[in-house]
């Protein structure tokens, strides 16, 4: 792995998976994934070998899961690099992994990538991995920034 990974690379390399089918739990460019799927994947293809494997998990996990846990925000941390300060008025950086709560009483459940200040790629039920606009209602849900390992020496946006 190079010291570091420019931002545009990982937009790059997201950029890789448009068009990939959606499929629950799977991480194969080209063949199927989710949005944790596409985040797996551009690890793969910037680092290598993932840390470790996500358990298997329901498309409703995040509905079912025990009152308080953040089983997402959680491995985020263990394997990203949180960006440091407020949400509220967020400036996407390309390549930085955007974490989503849909519910304020939910644990977050949606990931995606930022590829520029007002644009992120992303993988959801009945769709294919599409690059979208981060609009208003995507920065209203927005519940943490990450960046992956190498790229946070990179001057913050």
Do not use: K, N
Request: hydrophobic fraction near 45%.
């Amino acid at each position: 792995m190079s010291a570091t990974i420019p931002g545009d690379r990982v937009a790059a390399e997201a950029r890789l998976w448009l068009g990939t089918p959606y499929r629950h739990q799977a991480a194969l460019r080209g063949v199927g994934c989710d949005c944790l799927g596409l985040v797996r994947g551009v690890w793969r293809g910037l680092i290598g070998p993932e840390p470790e494997a996500p358990p298997p998990y329901a498309g409703t996990w995040a509905e079912s899961a025990p009152f308080g846990s953040e089983p997402l925000l959680e491995a985020a941390s263990r394997h990203l690099v949180p960006v440091p300060g407020p949400l509220a008025g967020y400036a996407a950086a390309p390549g930085d992994v955007l974490l989503f709560r849909f519910r304020a009483h939910l644990p977050t459940r949606h990931c995606a990538i930022a590829t520029g200040a007002a644009t992120m790629i992303h993988a959801h039920d009945r769709a294919s991995v599409a690059e979208v606009a981060l609009t208003p209602w995507w920065r209203r849900h927005l519940a943490g920034v990450f960046r992956y390992p190498g790229t946070e020496d990179l001057t913050p946006p």
